[in-house]
């Protein structure tokens, strides 16, 4: 079996005995749009559980649009047109619309970059500000206790709408939806709190029932309410495969309906090693976002399996609480304590890369040097091939093998026995 694996802007090619291949977990198939715009504005023109644009949006209204960082594949140059024609049939002059990237905890953008996310166009004729983290107001409080702390220009628009992709997320259930707003444009105190609640084992990729993460992202539309959501579901080549807009819950929960029909794969048996990768670029841009993909990877390999995880991480870690957890830590073990006993953003992420070491050993394919493999507790390999030699080594010849290549969107589920 010849396989191509996302990596970086590229892709690396890998030949496997497939005599042991499990399964290959990739999307299903599901008809290709002729016109991603014309999905769009359907989708705006039928809202789920709230009035159109035209309908709600007016006139002197200061509307703050939330969309996705470099980080996140969400095609914001193909959603804001639709939207931006919509919001000016409704009369909104462009004067009153700001569009605000949601960092969350990540760093800044580039002029080039807000060109590439939006547009050349868009860049120049409407206000595109990033979020800034010392910018923010104080709207409510969770029952949680998490306090609610907001990019100050996104509370005090009269309208918010969010834009985003829906995909898995590995404690939240799903991206998309609120998620715009916490964490894209709140607080670090806010994330710090909200986080916390990952340790949670409903806390799950996949799971909105009872997982306290999402429930408490949610609580912040009591202080807060978000008037519109625009979320699209992604084919692997990042085209728009579908489009659900409306309120903030139900459209989001139809978005993450659709996308269980595409990327949610029932497994008979967990496989003795998993081939991942997040897909390549902008998701395995550092070790902090392509982690994704090695959690997804966990809930298809055997306890004591091997993942083979593939990912370029040009730009290293990622983040600097994230490093120095690594630096400081002996074992996964150490991890994994330490975030149960004081939670701190940044350092969730080694805890979770621990986590699936915990199930796995992990051996790593990179442009990342061997020294910061080793001080992630991976065994660094030069390719996917001599990564599939040392697994067969430990495991046996026989050993099976379920091949993630878009590893960051699949979620495999193993099904129990009858």
Request: charged share 20%.
């Amino acid at each position: 079996m010849n396989i191509s694996l996302g990596y970086g802007k590229g892709n690396l090619q890998a030949t496997i005995d497939d005599a042991h291949v499990d399964a290959v977990l990739t999307p299903n198939d599901v008809p290709v749009p002729d016109d991603e715009s014309r999905l769009i504005l359907s989708a705006l023109r039928h809202p789920i559980g709230t009035g159109t644009i035209t309908q709600t949006f007016g006139p002197g209204q200061s509307v703050c649009i939330v969309t996705s960082d470099i980080t996140r594949p969400c095609p914001s140059y193909k959603l804001l047109p639709p939207l931006l024609e919509e919001l000016g049939e409704a009369g909104v002059k462009n004067d009153d619309i700001t569009i605000v990237f949601a960092l969350g905890a990540h760093r800044r953008h580039t002029r080039e970059e807000i060109e590439h996310l939006v547009g050349k166009d868009i860049a120049s004729r409407y206000r595109c500000i990033d979020m800034d983290p010392e910018d923010v107001v104080l709207v409510g409080v969770s029952t949680r206790g998490t306090p609610f702390e907001v990019f100050r220009p996104v509370a005090e628009a009269s309208r918010r709408i969010c834009l985003g992709n829906i995909e898995y997320h590995y404690f939240a259930g799903y991206s998309g939806g609120i998620k715009a707003i916490v964490p894209g444009v709140c607080s670090r105190r806010t994330i710090q709190a909200n986080h916390a609640f990952m340790v949670d084992g409903k806390a799950a990729t996949g799971n909105l029932i009872d997982n306290p993460v999402r429930d408490d992202l949610e609580a912040l539309l009591e202080f807060l309410p978000v008037d519109l959501i625009l979320n699209v579901v992604l084919a692997p080549d990042k085209t728009v495969l579908h489009a659900v807009a409306g309120d903030c819950i139900q459209a989001h929960r139809a978005g993450c309906a659709f996308l269980d029909t595409l990327y949610r794969f029932p497994l008979k048996k967990a496989a003795d090693i998993v081939l991942v990768t997040p897909g390549g670029f902008p998701k395995d841009l550092n070790i902090y976002q392509a982690q994704k993909a090695l959690d997804n990877a966990r809930y298809a390999v055997r306890q004591g399996g091997v993942i083979i995880w593939v990912a370029a991480c040009p730009e290293g870690y990622g983040s600097e609480v994230f490093e120095t957890w690594l630096n400081e830590a002996r074992s996964p073990d150490d991890l994994i304590a330490r975030v149960k006993a004081r939670f701190q953003l940044g350092g969730h992420k080694a805890a979770a890369i621990a986590m699936a070491e915990k199930k796995a050993d992990v051996y790593m394919v990179s442009e990342l040097e061997d020294a910061v493999m080793e001080n992630m507790f991976v065994t660094p390999c030069p390719d996917v091939e001599t990564a599939l030699a040392k697994a067969r080594a430990r495991l046996g010849e026989d050993a099976s093998i379920v091949i993630m290549p878009f590893g960051g969107s699949t979620l495999p589920a193993v099904e129990p026995a009858p």
